[in-house]
């Protein structure tokens, strides 16, 4: 009676921790300045054309949004994202659609928690994890890579597990038939060939033959089966060029130090700074105390998503998780004792790692609610559809004028009535056209006039809060130019019209 007790317990602290970070990542969908609306627009056109992917002049294939570059060549690596998104939207709306985002990052958070629950106690692990929230709530925004955080736990998981003698070799070909959806929902399925190398390797310098024979075919079979893209073997090898034609610069791929130097404030930099010297911390206190249990896998691992967190703040939420099976492996072969043995060295270890846990966990928790607790919620945050309907009613009509972040809210409002003039993919416009046009224009009133004269915009649509040095100058210069009447504001955009004969009625209604 008193077990069962205690694991009715266990799973009450479990039910209340996952609603706890259930509740760290809803937020509302900030749809003026994300990917989503494109996203949706992708999948109503692959549900709406039966998935036709021999049509050549489609998203699939081309910058299908876009008037300045219609025709430029993409590789579309998340289409399947856009296909489930609209589905789900179509059949939930906004607020169902942020309900099953937050769904996939729980199912990925279980996987990682029950393999750290078996090799260290339920509360460490338990205080791990709850330091460990802050970071894996990092990326709230409804975006295709939540299905890579949530394939890269079932690899993890499955090949752990084989690695460990604990599941048979033939739960690995779940591996290639996971990669097969994962290749056609976002870029990062290049981590499911790394996770492979990491456990390939492992076995190799084990001498682990039936291993590396069994790995090394699953890992063929995986190579295979992302070849069952759109885009074929350069859909396959795009997360390698991808950066080739990148020339704008993203807030989401700088490092930690980047961005704080940019005067940008993260809660999240102080917990990933002190998870990473933990993780580093646990590895030097192995080597020295039991050096032989120091996983070589669980090694490369943390180097690498330490590496990567560090580099690029779209994989906080990556680190986050794969930090919990590390520390949980490590703290447990460096506190446990023999039966019978008192060490009263590593029980005061174990106190000062409580201690620890507690306090960060207690202040990376704090910290986050409080900078982000009041855009808590699911669905639209309030107002954000008011500006296309007054779009709409006034039947303004471009080309349009838009800067970056709010590309995606057009597409998915006033397509396929308006192009748009640049949409939140940087490689999928030519990088000339960020270095010798979007931005200069928007640094200088001259330029801007010369590419109005090329485009002949009638109307600029420009996001409130864009933070770039270019898109704030150019709030500016749009504000003090006279042949632009400004006709709209709100909390997220605001909308200028061109002083004509067309729109002589429009304005003088709506001028503010």
Known sequence: MKERSKNFFKLGIFILLLLWLGFLMTRKIDLASADL????????????????FSEKHSPIYENFYSYTHPEFPVVNHHWGSGAIFYLIWKGTGFAG??????????????????????????????????????????????????????????????????????????????????????VNLHVYFFLGFFLMGVF?????????????????????????????????WRGLVYPFFIFQNYEYTIVENKSVS?????????????????????????????????????SMSLLIIAIFFGALGW??????????????PVLSYNSY????????????AKENGIAVLYVILTVLGVYGNIQYVSAHGRDSGIGLKSGE??????????????????NYDLGGYLIWELFPREKVFVDNRPAEYPGEFFTNIYKPMQENADVFEKVDREYNFNAVFFYSHDITPWGMNFLKIIKENSEWAKIYSDD???????KNEKNQSVIEECQI
């Not at 205080?127 to 079932?154: C, D, G, T, Y």
């Not at 580099?311 to 919990?324: E, S, V």
Request: charge should be positive.
């Open 492 to 498: 997220y955009l605001v909308i200028y019209l061109k």
């Open 97 to 182: 659609l942020s309900l099953f985002y937050i769904i996939l990052g729980l199912a990925a958070f279980l996987l990682f928690f029950l393999l750290s629950v078996e090799e260290l106690n339920f509360t460490l692990v338990t205080l791990f994890s709850f330091s460990l929230a802050p970071l894996i709530a990092e990326r709230v925004e409804i975006r295709p890579e939540a299905f890579s955080v949530l394939f890269s736990a079932v690899f993890f998981f499955v090949l752990w597990k084989y690695s460990r003698k604990e599941m048979n070799w033939k739960w690995l070909f779940i591996l290639p038939a996971a990669m097969i959806f994962w």
């Open 311 to 324: 580099m690029a703040i779209r994989n906080f939420t990556l680190l986050g998780l794969f930090a919990l």
């Open 37 to 52: 609306g494109r996203h949706l627009k992708n999948g109503e056109w692959v549900v709406n054309s039966g998935f036709n």
């Open 200 to 232: 390939w390797l492992e076995s190799f310098f084990k001498g682990d033959i039936a291993g590396i024979k069994k790995l090394g075919g699953i890992s063929v079979l995986t190579v295979l089966a992302a070849l069952l893209n759109p885009a074929g």
């Open 333 to 344: 072969h460096i506190f446990r004792q023999k039966e019978g043995e008192i060490n009263h």
């Open 258 to 294: 980047f961005v704080e130097n940019y005067g940008i404030l993260n809660p999240n930099f102080s917990v990933i700074k002190a998870i990473l010297v933990l993780m580093i911390l646990s590895f030097v206190l192995l080597f020295f105390i039991n050096r032989r249990k120091i």
């Open 385 to 402: 559809e008011k500006a296309a309907e007054f779009i709409r009613q006034e039947k303004i009509a471009g080309p349009i004028f838009n």
